[in-house]
């Protein structure tokens, strides 16, 4: 899994990470942030997820 300089992992517009099927948010892409943008990333992972499931790009 591709992290940045500050350890924080590198993920996509939709959160994906470099591995296929695995997604983060929050804090630990954000580094030390607010539980809002934390909620709005688990959002947008969950939709994506949701996506990758169903077999769609
Ligand atoms: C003291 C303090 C005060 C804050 N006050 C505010 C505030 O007033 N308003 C605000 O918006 N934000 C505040 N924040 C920031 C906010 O708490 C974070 O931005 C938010 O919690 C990030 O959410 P997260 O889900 O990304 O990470 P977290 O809430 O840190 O959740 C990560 C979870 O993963 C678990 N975990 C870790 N390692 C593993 C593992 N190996 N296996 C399984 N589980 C694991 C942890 O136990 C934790 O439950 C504050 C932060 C701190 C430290």
Redesign the pocket.
Known sequence: MEFNKWGNIVVDDRCKTSLDGVYA????VLG???????MGQGRIAGAAINDHLAGKK
Not at 25 to 28: H, K, Q, R
Not at 32 to 38: E, F, G, M, P, S
Request: aromatic letters at 0%; proline letters at 0%.
């Open positions: 948010g929050g804090d630990i030390a942030a607010t539980v809002i943008l934390a």
